[in-house]
């Protein structure tokens, strides 16, 4: 394994999860001291409990490792020594070709197996952001603990309240147009953010004429546009700083000629994909707001039944996009922190090469 491999592999097992890492290792030494670690696992399997679970933007060779077209995978990473890392690790992606054979030789797990079961619903999501990957596993009902998800209870309270406020005007339509109260809008919301239906959510999907699958699959990616609408706007403030950032950061430590043209071009590069993956985020959200302006201001309810059906498939080009960008920020935050040691020059061309891959669509040139 190169230097740069052994590299990034210290960089992702010490880092914390993010929208695009789900570091197992990292949660279990956290927490693995704890009852509620031990009891409400992600997986059953010990080995498997311990990856590093990252959402792969899959390069030109690897798609041929898949049956179907696709742009991101789920890679799964084992350190092959986690208390030393130069040993390497090896890694396969969940559904390529071979996953079967390589998950029984590897972990004695077979498609039968719960474990399989949770890695299938994982590998749905075109994100690991902590809320979605909560609510897709509680869809399919398993419940780890709170300490495999990033998630404060400040945030929920906040996503709620930004809920609420979305769906105001859809409470007043289904009211008929009568003012709605605080509480009529905060069970909605409530209902929503919640995976079980109720008579007014129920009758929506009448009125949509939708089937009972369609409109479940629809309200969940309704819940994530709603989730990534408000990420998004939380963390502007934070992306423009990691943007006036990116643009200035300097490494430390001997640099040849070679590096010094490589984190120019990178600083270039980053900042360009990042305004690039902000624009798309916003284009593709503006489907879901023109088709909710439509439902709730114009009576038209075809158009948002439209949008529902095509939820699933917006859903995963809006988690790509907006996923990279919570990648990018989060990872930087973590990084460069207050007090935080300047970058030598191989660990900032690193961090850069991590952000263009996660950045840049399959098939575009940096």
Not at 105 to 128: C, N, V
Not at 156 to 184: C, D, H, W, Y
Not at 235 to 250: H, N, P
Request: net charge neutral; proline share 5%; glycine share 8%.
């Amino acid at each position: 394994m190169s230097d740069r491999a052994i590299r990034s592999l210290e960089f992702l097992e010490r880092s914390a999860s993010t929208a695009r890492v789900l570091n197992l290792s990292h949660v279990s030494k956290l927490h693995g001291h704890t009852d509620a670690w031990r009891e409400q696992p992600v997986f059953q399997t010990p080995g498997l409990n311990r990856a590093l679970l990252i959402k792969h933007r899959l390069r030109r060779n690897e798609t041929d490792l898949f049956r179907g077209s696709r742009r991101v995978g789920t890679k799964i990473l084992l350190p092959i020594d986690s208390r030393e890392l130069k040993a390497g690790g090896r890694y396969f992606f969940f559904n390529q070709i071979n996953h079967l054979a390589i998950l029984k030789e590897a972990f004695g797990i077979t498609p039968d197996h719960p474990d399989y079961r949770t890695l299938k619903l994982i590998d749905e999501l075109p994100s690991l952001d902590p809320f979605l990957l909560r609510e897709q596993l509680q869809r399919g009902g398993i419940t780890p603990a709170a300490c495999y998800f990033a998630i404060s209870e400040g945030d929920m309270q906040k996503m709620l309240r930004f809920v609420e406020g979305e769906i105001t005007p859809l409470v007043q339509l289904s009211l008929g147009g009568a003012k709605a109260s605080s509480n009529s809008v905060g069970r909605m919301a409530a209902k929503i953010l919640s995976n079980s239906s109720g008579d007014r959510m129920d009758a929506l999907g009448e009125v949509l004429r939708l089937s009972p699958e369609e409109y479940d699959e629809g309200i969940f990616c309704w819940k994530g546009f709603l989730y990534f609408k408000w990420t998004l706007g939380s963390m502007s403030e934070d992306l423009a700083g990691v943007m006036t950032k990116v643009a200035s950061i300097k490494a430390i430590g001997p640099m040849d000629q070679d590096a010094k043209e490589y984190i120019s071009r990178g600083r270039d590069v980053v900042g360009k994909l990042i305004r690039k993956a902000r624009s798309d985020t916003r284009e593709t959200l503006q489907i879901y707001d023109t088709a909710y302006t439509g439902l709730t201001q114009d009576g038209d309810p075809l158009i948002f039944r439209e949008f529902l059906l095509k939820a699933p498939s917006l859903f995963n080009r809006l988690g790509e996009q907006l996923g990279a960008i919570q990648h990018v920020v989060s990872f930087w935050k973590f990084r460069f922190g207050p007090n935080s040691p300047a970058p030598t020059a191989p660990e900032l061309m690193d961090i850069f090469m991590d952000f263009e891959t996660s950045l840049q669509g399959r098939g575009e040139a940096a």
